[in-house]
């Protein structure tokens, strides 16, 4: 009789087992769903963040060649304190979007004259155009026609709360010469690489 109770016992035991292993077996397809689950809110939430300080946008035009192509993509930080030759993206007016070369910051004095830049009666180079200057000299042109902030306004510089932008293609360009001074809340991010074409890549 004790053999036989011991056979019973034994036999119970191991249906536990097995009723255990399988709802182990059976609770990992709802732990992965948990986890897909927690990866997609994840992904939304950096996704929604990452949106907020930044932006992939293509260049569109010709304002700032040589330095940018149309059709460049880049990225933009939206939050990036605007910095004397930053490449920013603003706003001008009539739903244009285009981009420009930050030259005058708030309180400057700008001046170009035969082709040098001064900011406050100092004169600064510009190394991001000296090739094309120098190719514009040798054809006996000027790349950078004569200008001074003065000619935007009764302001001897340029105002609080605004930038002085220039494209790059000087010669072939709407830009503060022509739309006047960029307040601050008309400029949607600063150019911080370029993403394509991947042999021009670049971090600026």
Do not use: C
């Not at 939430?45 to 293509?58: E, H, K, N, Q």
């Not at 930053?86 to 910051?105: M, N, P, T, Y």
């Not at 155009?129 to 302001?155: C, M």
């Amino acid at each position: 009789m004790k053999k036989k109770n011991h056979k019973k016992r034994y036999k119970r035991v191991s249906k536990r087992k097995k009723r255990g292993e399988y709802s182990l077996i059976k609770s990992k397809p709802i732990n992965l769903r948990r986890l897909m689950v927690a990866l997609v809110l994840w992904l939304l939430i950096m996704s929604a963040i990452l949106s907020f300080f930044f932006s992939v946008t293509r260049i569109r035009g010709y304002s700032m060649i040589p330095n940018f192509r149309d059709k460049d993509i880049v990225l933009l930080n939206k939050n990036k304190p605007v910095k004397r030759f930053d490449v920013v993206k603003s706003d001008v007016g009539r739903e244009q979007l285009a981009f420009f070369r930050v030259i005058g910051l708030p309180g400057d004095k700008v001046e170009y004259k035969n082709d040098n830049l001064f900011i406050n009666d100092e004169q600064i180079d510009e190394k991001y155009l000296v090739d094309a200057i120098n190719d514009a000299h040798k054809n006996g042109g000027i790349y950078t026609e004569d200008f001074t902030n003065q000619w935007l306004g009764d302001s001897p510089v340029v105002p609080l709360d605004s930038y002085l932008l220039l494209g790059d293609n000087r010669e072939n360009v709407n830009d503060s010469r022509f739309y006047g001074y960029i307040s601050a809340d008309q400029i949607k991010g600063v150019i911080t690489y370029r993403l394509l074409p991947f042999n021009r890549g670049q971090h600026f």
